[in-house]
């Protein structure tokens, strides 16, 4: 069996995991003060250029996403972001458990359009009930998106842009952040990213951690009480060495865009492997997911030597799969999927 | 430098660091669907004696603590604690911020007694305005406590009669829960501990793994909805497998209770030895905690070469402070606190 | 000036300002205990042939929803309602506020179809990953909608028929409730609605009190712990007494479908001139609310004489305009109005 | 029977109910726009001697109060209060149910002393873990308190100075104010409460109101989105002109410290004449609630003719007992009383 599910299915990158083999022994204060913690908070201010950044650790996506979106909202605020996000979809209420409403945008292929969000925000204070609604009061998107698609330095700026005149922090979940920086298509890099947003967060769990993300606040004027905010959401782990020493790991020696480039190398092998053979890409997609429309014959051949995801429910006689790649998928995976198409 | 901080300060366990190496290419699916966390939940209903318990994995004390409390009050209800509960004093408010308040009851070094209890339903249902106010709605304790001290048997029965009068669960957080069986005064098994609470959790955070916490389920008629429910507090790892694999080392070839026996038996050696000197031992702690008033000069002659923690505020002229011994703890560093002292 | 902006623009129907007048010195207890709420509550027990319903009296209408959907859901439970739902457009967030989303299915002119709601739920539990998304925990419908238009009786047993099937309760927010079943068109009764309604509330606000809404909850295992609950969302009046008179008053010589007729007789006069005129009416209400596109000059026009909303923007050369009627308009105000179209 | 219970047991003071029946049938905008609310926020800023103040109308106490803290808090603070607030122990934690841990201080009769609040504020940031611990973010006090005590204006400006140098906001739960204020031996105005709280409520419906508490926020930083938190909260009424009407009522001619004045000074008489025969004050309460210690043969022979209520259980062989006067407590009803002890 190979797998191409999704990209949190190994453990952790070998180079990570020595270090947390190398380290096993040592006693570091806890929560996120350690000495590990605090290189990988300098590494990371270093790759986004930002001197001044807050950065906090946080054990996974969900957590950080509500936690941030919590910290960021007033009472009668909600979180405008596509209906596709993940945030709207595979949480489980998690935002809304924190008392927000999450406003939803028409998307394409996992993004939001800029004139969206600005005639939203237009619209909203044109209403003359607007004070019995619920106030967009930040912008969430993620990059890539959950279609694998990621936004130029063009759509990213003109986000920004729209944003700071509404006077609204920009959000954004990168999960996956590495897989879109590495895109060959992608005209964005981390500084443009921490530039851009506000606040976003540079995924681990998907991109060689054993688990872990880190929040980066670029706008001094936010969460200036993220400790206890990440107490109350059960998001400040104990042992935070752990967490810090993950990235500490990624961000040397670029292991982090090393990861990056290699998934998403086996992933464009991948979809011109499937083009060449004739079967539909159905997304657009520049990074380490791949959308393709397969027979339902192929699609139950495969379902005995591959492990994929269906994107949503089977067709008639063809279904639309996903294939994901990671620091974890061999080239031999992708020799067999390959063979077998 | 030694350390006697807290039982969070080193990695994992060799044995939970090894497994975590063997697996770490292997492809799981995620969430704790994987065999690993399979054989974790019955290897735990194993030791329970409680075939049909729920078992669920999760990451930290606070997160599993603000989930199982949210999943099993009402909205009107509240959940009876002593003063000194962690809920209460360390969580930052994550109980609250769930939406309930804690009720708070007179502790005697972290424990509560069971009239006291008692006594609290029977006058809030004796009040007149008793629905102008929040409900007893469960009972939280800790085994061991904040303070090391456990309860016996007879209590365990005591406190949960009185639960089980009242139709409240009665929830264990077990952060050091092998700490505590394993001390030699315990009468208390996992067995008396999984049929006289309704829900528990198994620490694995300061018992030798990484992270993770089991919450154990032996009340069939609550927390029926776990999963999205931990979804909602963020308490639900991509990488679930790593919890499971370590709670399946740690509950293999008895390896929770081997921890729990090696740092206790540390732990009375240093009361015995610092007893020995004429230092007052404060609290009467049969586990890994142990605490004593130092002279002032002692504690800041110890500073300069052993981690501890002082106990409240520093005093005139002596302190109260406290020493915690772990799986990561040696006989070398015990030798060389000793020798200071 | 006359004024058709909306229901709740006067103070109460002359019948029941007499009662709050007639027993304004006399001494009740408080919190709905007093003998006015307890005739009230067998009033309307009368009126739904529900013997055995819970009747409880709350103060406006976005509290009763807030309180009445955070008591029927679990935690990681979302409610169903139409995209056009009060709580999910004008209610600034309060249901989210309590931790809940709104799940949102399409409408025409206010209401949902039957096959979308059990489509949505056949769906939800096929998907694979249902247990990272919030569970429908609760169907919500307004009667009449905001659009003015009602559900048939048919169409009500189907949607019951589909939430008691999906083991969910049917909620129905009755803010103008008389004003639908006092239509001509309407087939449905107090006993139906309480029938097929697991829990809904009788408007008082919009039809004839000063304030009041009231909540009957007929399926007995339902919102069994509510006065904690109303004190909890701020909704127990200390002077209880004075929604359970209006109630008694509403609920006796059949004043409140007294109101509801007449409303509605001037409602529907008013669509007919309207037509007759050539006017377009754009939905098909048979209630008190009644919605026409107007040239833009008569809209401009009438604003000089006649209060009443715009629906949605004003359009290029014609907008749609909203009147509504109630127990506070007279015909003088309906013979007015018509004159200057 | 005479009536002594509460101050919220008849309807409204009669000058109230004729402004409710004058109006009763003129229309006007909803949610508090309309004329009477604006000259009620007047009369309000010039009692107050505060025009800037921001001045909103809610509907009842529990619910102001929720509103209010939930508006101050972030989200990581906690409300310190005195043991005996209302909010801590009668509001069915609706505190809690926004999500903020109500912070307990000892009290004395009611009253928080300074030093209490200053001590816990700087011990809190003494404490080292203290970033995993709810923080202070306001302070609550009720004026006069649940037992009917007043703050002199020395301690109010001791408060006052308190929360400044700590920088969290000094609120003030005036159900009852008007009975404080009028208290003879009270050196305290209006002015001097707008000056020395960032916040505070006037209360309406124990003062002579149906229902309604007017907020006050002198401090311009403070609650900038107050009316969707009203919403939000369920605390926005539809007829927002019955609050504002009755608040306009209250503070023409006078008529706010009338009703307060009349009813304290049957309290003191009360009062003296229960001391006259003997029977111990127990609370040194100047306003309008008054407690004695009596023996049960009388409490017993009372209860036949006189409604009251049990402060706290029945004793052995006394039992102290609540007596409370408002607007509608009559000479007749106070000598009658008298004549029974």
Redo the contacts between chains.
Sequence with gaps: MI?F??D?????H?EV?QR??D????????YGCDQYSERAVELIREACDAPKAQVFFL??????N??VI??LL???E?VLAPESAHIN??????I???????LTLPHCEGKVRTDEVENYINDFY?D??F?????PGMLYISFPTEYGTIYTLGELEALSRVCRKAQIPLYIDGARLGYGLAATECDVTFKDIARLADVFYIGG??MGA??GEAVVVTNGTLLK?M???M?????????GR?LGLQFDTLFTNDLYMRIGRYAVELAITLKEEFTARGYESVVDSPTNQQFFRLPNDLVDRLSCHV?FE?WG?KGETSSVVRFVTSW?TTKNDLDKLISLV
């Design positions: 797998y599910n999704s949190y299915m190994a453990g952790a070998p995991m947390l083999l380290t096993n022994f040592e006693h570091t204060v806890g054990v996974g996506g969900t957590q950080t509500a936690t919590d910290g007033a009472r009668h909600g979809v595979h949480e489980a209420g998690a809304e458990a924190t008392g927000h409403k999450v044109r003359e009930t004070l019995h609604m619920v106030a769990t998907k054993l688990m009480n400790m206890p905010l107490k109350q959401h059960g998001a400040l782990l104990a042992k752990l492990g269906l429910p974890s």
